[in-house]
């Protein structure tokens, strides 16, 4: 049968810093095509292995290949580009002058006319970069990475200082390239977009991953759902007794019950109580994306991952 190579293979990555190890024995795989969010708190080493991936920094031990490709070697043929959060423009040039000068770095780089309009920016083309926004600025940078029509796109916080129609027209272009092929790895803070708009969630803590799955499935990981119901008169330490549950919360007639068995806690409020309106949901991403990185999941939580 025939193979496809990865997009990006990081194998074993490892990256320390004095006594800290910013980066711990990672593995990661990532298929041409995937959308990929990259997320963790601070500190927990995405920004390193970022760098590692551009090129930017050398890990201690481990590999990293892009397209079969050093990181190096893929920069220098235009498959990989960044939208990185901060520098690389000069206030005194307007943006189309910043992306014409760009442009002339690559030997076959897409047409200026064609990024600024992808980018969103072509209504301020004639605009001085320091005069630009923040979103703006972002969306220049975005335009940047266009040029050389890389195969694969790496955005660091890509929507930092968007409104919320810019990060929506952002993502909407990000789409669009991605059904046509691009393959794209993206660490943001706000997790509304990784559940928008990711194939697949990459959840480090501590330089290690601890969940690699689709969305749904990054969520599952998050142990309990929660149950909500109308009882009023609620005796909240009654419920907090019911076996399997976390926490019971009570806003006047309506109660929230956080539980690790929620078919039980839900069969238990009907055949005993005079509850109704009843209604059981999963834990959101961001429940994950707390139980998972600040040390309050299991192991067996890590051990369910990709």
Known sequence: MPTTTPAVELTGLTKTYGAVTAVDALSLCIEPGEVVAFLGPNGAGKTTTIDMLLGLARPDTGSVRIYGETP???????????????????????????????ANLY?????????????????????????????????????????????????????????????????????????????????????????????????????????????????????????????????????????????VEVRGDTILVQAGDSDEVARYLLNHTSARDLEITSRNLEDAFLALTTGTATDALQGSTR
């Open 107 to 247: 030997p076959h780089a897409r047409p200026v006319a064609e990024v600024l309009d992808r980018a969103g920016i072509t209504d301020i083309a004639g605009r001085r970069v320091g005069k630009c926004s923040g979103g703006q600025q972002q969306r220049l940078r975005f335009a940047l990475a266009l040029l050389p029509d890389p195969d694969l796109m790496v955005l660091d916080e890509p929507t930092t200082g968007m409104d919320v129609e810019g990060r929506r027209d952002f993502w909407t272009a990000i789409r669009r390239d991605a059904r046509a092929g691009r393959t794209v790895l993206f660490a943001t803070h706000y997790l509304e977009e990784a559940d928008a708009y990711a194939d697949r969630i990459v959840l480090i803590r501590s330089g290690r991953i601890v969940a690699d799955g689709t969305t749904a499935e990054v969520k599952n990981l998050a142990a309990g759902r929660l149950v909500r119901a109308t009882l009023p008169g609620a005796d909240q330490v009654w419920l907090a007794g019911l076996p399997g549950v976390e926490s």
């Open 72 to 102: 190096t070697d893929a920069v220098a043929l235009g498959r990989i580009a960044a939208v990185m959060q901060t520098g690389g423009l000069l206030k005194d040039m307007t943006v189309a002058e910043t992306v014409r000068m760009t």
